[in-house]
């Protein structure tokens, strides 16, 4: 019998939101499935403990496993976690648990009715944003729906299921992952946009589903969220981004990539 699904976690300098117990309410909802699953940590050159840690629950629970990679970014550890994967559909969710894993019960049956990726979406509010994300947040969405993927509310919550199949036809076509090198610490990207935009050019069926969802992270070894002129940074950042994901929309490239 295939393996149902692989849950992909993506770890940089997760060691507090491990030790608060974040894995273990993931393993703890699995118990209870009367399906094949599999969790699988892709970490990704951690300079905290994050590894052991980890390595320490995925020696006391089966079905968990992890490994490390070079630094790669949060879509590097992804893509390694999905060429690492068996399951037919792959779940690419937050160490920090900020949407649960329960919430994958409203993301699952949507592949029954012919969709090929199906994304949460924390809808219009942002519980546990403080104000200037808060706002910032409702630009950046404006923005990027007049830019790109008008149709699409949420791009950025990091709750997104898809077939493996499509996953590994169609991720390696991120411009993130054609980079030489990725830079060290940990920092935000629009890679999600592109992605989103590269499965639209694909012609594959995207499902956006609202989920429960509110600030979990309690990482205090990544940058702060709360440094206004990082936030500045990377917000002009991303919005380059997306105006590259447009413009290579516009000239066919992804079209040409993915031969569609």
């Known amino acids: 019998m295939t393996l149902q699904l692989s849950v992909i976690i993506p770890c940089y300098n997760e060691q507090r939101n491990i030790e608060l117990g974040c894995l273990q309410e993931v393993a703890d909802y699995f118990a209870s499935v009367d399906y094949d699953w599999e969790v699988i940590i892709v970490d990704d050159a951690s300079t905290d403990d994050s590894l052991q840690v980890a390595q320490a629950f995925c020696d006391d629970h089966s079905n968990f496993r992890v490994f490390t990679i070079?630094?790669?970014?949060?879509?590097?550890?992804i893509w390694a976690g999905i060429q690492d994967a068996a399951g037919e559909?792959?779940?690419?969710?937050?160490?920090?648990?900020?949407?649960?894993?329960q919430e994958w019960e409203k993301l699952f049956p949507w592949f029954d009715r012919g969709a090929d990726i199906v994304i949460g979406s924390r809808g219009l509010n942002r519980d546990g944003f403080n104000l200037l994300r808060r706002v910032g947040s409702g630009v950046f969405r404006e923005i990027r729906r007049r830019m790109?993927?008008?149709?699409?509310?949420?791009?950025?919550?990091?709750?997104?299921?898809?077939?493996?199949?499509?996953?590994?036809?169609?991720?390696?076509?991120l411009s993130f992952l054609q980079k030489s090198k990725v830079d060290d610490g940990w920092h935000v990207t629009?890679?999600?946009?592109?992605?989103?935009?590269?499965?639209?050019?694909?012609?594959?069926?995207?499902?956006e589903v609202e989920v429960r969802w509110w600030d979990r992270d309690r990482s205090d070894t990544k940058a702060s969220v709360d440094d206004t002129q990082r936030y500045f940074h990377e917000s002009r950042e991303m919005l380059g981004e997306i105006a590259r994901v447009r413009k290579n929309k516009l000239l066919g490239v992804y079209k040409r990539r993915i031969g569609s």
Request: net charge negative; charged share 25%.
């Open 89 to 101: 559909f792959v779940l690419f969710t937050d160490m920090d648990q900020s949407a649960p894993i």
């Open 190 to 207: 629009a890679f999600d946009v592109e992605l989103l935009q590269i499965f639209e050019s694909a012609g594959l069926d995207i499902r």
């Open 70 to 77: 070079e630094k790669g970014g949060k879509p590097g550890a």
């Open 148 to 173: 790109v993927l008008p149709d699409i509310i949420d791009t950025q919550c990091g709750f997104k299921a898809c077939r493996r199949a499509h996953a590994l036809e169609l991720f390696p076509h």
